[in-house]
């Protein structure tokens, strides 16, 4: 028997090809300014789209919009109680992001060996040569 697509069994591994789309949907909704800045709303608190919306001065269904690529990407969730829809932060998606992008930080890492070495280099060289008075 095999199971719908769209459908995956919680704690089954996920293949490579949905780890890299599930990125994509981070990177993707991340790349927004409104988007961050609903994030930072979220961080520590649920609130109402019209909460998250009074904060914006474009219109609450596009706040909405936004609220729902968020969602898509695992970075919110929602719950409907009758019309009242609340939102709520999940940071999960944020820490595989973080991950990924750690796996590179040897690159920028190295560069602040250089700079750290550099100056270093020149304090030697200040304290072996003082300004001249």
């Known amino acids: 028997m095999t199971r719908p697509s769209h459908l995956r069994i919680v704690g089954s591994p996920t293949s490579d090809e949905d780890e890299q ?17 609903i994030l930072d709303l979220l961080d520590g608190r649920d609130l109402l789209v019209s909460e998250v919306a009074a904060h914006f001065p474009i219109s609450l269904q596009a706040v909405s919009r936004h609220i729902q690529v968020l969602a898509r990407a695992g970075l919110v969730s929602q719950e409907r109680t009758g019309r009242i829809n609340r939102c709520r932060l999940d940071a999960g998606p944020i820490h595989a992001a973080t991950v990924w992008l750690n796996r590179y930080s040897k690159y920028w890492q190295a560069q602040f060996d250089l700079l750290a070495a550099s100056l270093e280099e020149i304090e ?3 304290e072996a040569h003082p300004p001249k008075e």
Do not use: K, N
């Open 21 to 37: 789309r599930a990125l994509d949907a981070v990177f993707a909704a991340l790349s927004d300014p409104v988007r961050r800045r």
């Open 124 to 126: 030697r060289e200040r």
